[in-house]
């Protein structure tokens, strides 16, 4: 839960110390910012509260996730999400943020493959119509939030060239 939860704040620290470096003053004003962060912040708050609302959802039924799942979304959540949140903060302050674009696409492949082995193993005969619509939330608001970062770190100029 800790891992799913970290990113946001994380993001929402960066956000605050960046404020205060060169290039990133607009950040003070909220008017000021662009659409991609305000998609990231709503797709991320929506992705958010689906996990949180799927882990309620398995301690109030009681469902166990056995070890090999658990092992299977630590992977996906250490090997490619943590990999992946760091690479993109990276091309984030960069100045030449194209040189990540290949290792950010690399990164999220991986990522989507450790996700797609969770859920087509783990989850596909197990989960209700319920938690399956958490988890597409889920996936769905990570999906936007990126997208509207790749678009604001890859092509967008204003704020980097």
């Not at 290792?103 to 193993?121: A, G, K, M, Q």
């Amino acid at each position: 839960m800790l891992a799913s939860l970290m990113p946001g704040g994380l993001f929402g620290v960066a956000l605050v110390f960046l404020a205060g470096q060169p290039g990133f003053g607009w950040l003070i004003n909220p008017s000021r910012y662009p659409w991609e962060l305000w998609v990231i912040a709503l797709a991320g708050t929506v992705a958010t509260t689906a996990g949180v609302l799927d882990w309620r959802y398995h301690r109030t039924a009681g469902i166990r996730v056995g070890p090999n799942e658990h092992r299977a979304e630590l992977l996906a959540l250490a090997g490619g999400g943590l990999p992946l949140f760091l690479l993109m903060c990276a091309a984030s302050v960069a100045r030449q943020s194209r040189a990540f674009l290949l290792p950010v696409l690399v990164v999220l492949l991986w990522t989507v493959v450790l996700i797609c082995y969770d859920e087509f193993v783990f989850h596909r005969r197990r989960c209700d119509g319920h938690e399956a619509l958490l988890h597409r939330t889920l996936l769905a608001g990570h999906c936007a939030a990126f997208l509207a970062w790749a678009h604001f770190c890859f092509v967008r100029e204003v704020f980097h060239g």
